[in-house]
């Protein structure tokens, strides 16, 4: 029988308290040796009769750690006399950094504990919660590559971490009010106030009705109580946006409706955003003007510790920076920018080494794939290149892949703007030195004019790596399943083969083989972007007619105006060309009045799922179009019947006409899925397949969602969706990869 062994255990074992874990089983097993971790893996020299009972604990690990593998090498030479943590050294880069972890149930336990030196420490963790990805440097996860390098231990501090029955024991984020961050409280122009219990006076500050920025684990937050939501949405120039709310869990169900595995979800240890039903759909409308509101438990000390002292149920938690832009990370670059928008600051001193939103969640499935998720990794054999897959324009992250395993970073935000690309950049940096990647090929979207697309090149320039462009709903589908499929994907701009705007496809084959063979039907889009903004546009792109004109004059469109509007339809100037899925919706939300002007990427869609909410649609009649290699919906078809059907509910007034026009924004989300289900439905028997793979954003919509599976499973196909990538544009650089590697590998 074995009795010692060198063992490598190679995985997410960095900042997941591996060391201690080994250390205490070592001491309860009677083992002799060392453990330390070598790069991104930990490795254990060990001597003793009961080998085997702790190599079987080992390969289980910590609850935080994910084991790829453990091997067990022969061991030459004689035992120290116990058992030792050795100094880490440099070795491989295959694993990773653990993302952020909430709080755990035991540091809540002592933030409250009278005689406990953590009682009320905002900073207060342990190994098995914490920062981790927003504080790390460097590998080896030590303390001094993280930003606590700048806080030494203080004595109390030294012992625990020394500590083997400790759960701190080697827990690089140690800290207490002695030695640890320190918090302070702002006025509107930066200057410390004088305060001996900052959070106290914070939540005093928030009660009596202040704006805060609060620097939270990963970035600042605006924060605020109800009562200052309209003001809050004045402030920011967002009046129509919906905000997320941070929310004590004794009301959430007076709130919303929260089904078992979304409340398991919110108290794990990601904490997202969920995305709720409300109970009462007018509720909290200066919150959310929708039928959902966005909710978070409290997950750091500093939030635990703020609703303690708040009077308030609920705070408005919004992530400080303008959409689509970098987390705001510093206090100078927050006073900067949020002037004229919050009253106060309530910030920490240790430095935010990797900005973090929080993540997102609806129905179980991914919105931003951010703390508490990313990085996120996925085995995967994509044969032997390293490959770098930069994303999309919009809702943008990377993958990078290396040696059987992607790495997915953190939301990065819409890279149509310099701060953005420099953050992107600055993410592929980082990652790519912790897994110590050299790129063979560097995947990206098939538009050229992406900023991303661009630093492709640059960097390809610049590594030698061979560039390989990916259609953006291929990736969709590439993300979603490597088996043969009829994949639909649907959502509102992806560059396709032929440059114009596609958004709602349908492919068959297996990747890297997807062959269009259906579409919705191609509308034109006057004025390109400026229909994206100005949805009526996107209605008269639709239906040409002197019907559509008429409401357009109705709603105060000049003559002139409509004037421009029809020639430039007429003659083709300034016009993109779509099938997007996305644009429709908008198009239907124009119509029905619902949504006039896109004030935030989705608007019109997501109010008009909220209008649709709870009713009952009706089943219109669909056609299809035969095209050379391509069947495809006519979304004419199904918009001239809703203009019928609103011209006759107008006739009908007050809540006669309310209820009409909620029935017809569900009569069009139904059919519309109904069709894109047909079509995934005919390619299968021509193709002779039977999954349907759905992605793309507007498979968030959850009428439209369910549709298409009742549809789909009815013809007795299964349908697959991915829920450990996001459905929106947040799978796109991991698909990427999965198209570039399995490319190159056909090519030998």
Known sequence: MRDRGRILVRGIVQGVGFRPFVYARAHALGIRGTVKNTGSQVEIDAWGDRFGDFLEEVSRGPPLARIDSVEVLPLQGSPPAGFLILISSAGTLSGMIPPDVATCTECMEDLFDENSRYRNYFATSCVNCGPRYSIIGSLPYDRERTSMASFPMCPECGREYTDPACRRHHAQTIACPVCGPRLTLMDSDGRAMETDDPVREAASLLDAGSILAIRGIGGFHIACTEPMARELKVRLGRTEQPFAIMVREEILDRMVHVRPEERDLLRSEIHPIAVLVKQDLTAHSEISNLHTIGCMLPYAPLHHILFSQ????????????????????????????????????????????????????????????????????????????????????????????????????????????????????????????????????????????????????????????????????????????????????????????????????????????????????????????????????????????????????????????????????????????????????????????????????????????????????????????????????????????????????????????????????????????????????????????????????????????????????AAGLSLLMNREYPLGDGCISYGQCVWAGLVKREQG
């Open 310 to 713: 708040l009077k308030a149920p609920l705070l408005i938690m919004t992530s400080a920076n303008m959409p689509g832009y970098p987390m705001i990370t510093e206090i100078d670059t927050a006073v900067a920018k949020l002037r004229g928008q919050v009253d106060y600051y309530l910030t920490h001193d240790r430095r935010i080494l990797n900005r973090c939103d929080d993540s997102v969640v609806r129905d179980g499935f991914i919105i931003r794939l951010s703390r508490g998720i990313a990085p996120k990794r996925t085995r995967i054999d994509l044969g032997p290149s390293c490959i770098l897959g930069v994303g999309p324009e919009l809702n943008s992250n990377i993958t990078i892949y290396k040696g059987g395993y992607t790495i997915t970073s953190p939301h990065v935000g819409h890279v149509r703007n310099p701060p953005t690309l420099a953050y992107l950049e600055e993410t592929a940096e980082r990652i790519r030195s912790w897994l110590g990647a050299r790129y063979d090929l560097i995947a990206h979207d098939l538009h050229p004019s992406f900023l991303s697309t661009g630093y492709a090149r640059s960097l390809a320039e610049e590594t030698g790596a061979e560039l390989i462009p990916v259609q953006h709903h291929r990736a969709h589908v590439a993300a979603t399943t490597l088996e043969p499929c009829i994949g639909i994907t649907i959502d509102g701009v992806g560059y396709g083969d032929d440059g114009r705007v596609w958004g709602g496809e349908v492919f068959a084959g297996q990747v890297p083989h997807l062959s269009r063979v259906g579409h919705l039907e191609e509308v034109p889009m006057p004025g390109g972007d400026l229909a994206t903004r100005f949805p009526e546009r996107m209605l008269y792109g639709i239906l040409p007619e002197e019907r559509t004109l008429g409401i357009l004059r109705e709603r105060g469109w000049t003559d002139v105006q409509t004037g421009v509007l029809a020639r430039q339809v007429e003659r083709g100037v300034n016009v993109a060309w779509t099938s997007s899925t996305g644009r429709v919706l908008d198009a239907v939300a124009a119509l029905l009045g619902i949504c006039r002007e896109r004030t935030y990427d989705g608007e019109p869609a997501m109010r008009l799922e909220a209008a649709a909410y709870g009713r009952t649609p009706s089943e219109w009649p669909l056609e299809f179009i035969q095209k050379p290699g391509a069947e495809v919906l006519s979304t004419r078809t199904l918009v001239q019947r809703a203009l019928g059907e609103y011209l006759t509910a107008r006739s009908a007034g007050g809540a006669g006409e309310r209820k009409a026009l909620a029935d017809i924004a569900a009569s069009v989300q139904h059919n519309l899925a109904r069709g894109l289900a047909h079509l995934a439905i005919h390619a299968s028997r021509d193709q002779g397949l039977t999954r349907v793979a759905l992605s793309g954003g507007v498979a968030y919509n959850a009428a439209i969602r369910e549709t298409i599976r009742r549809e789909v499973e």
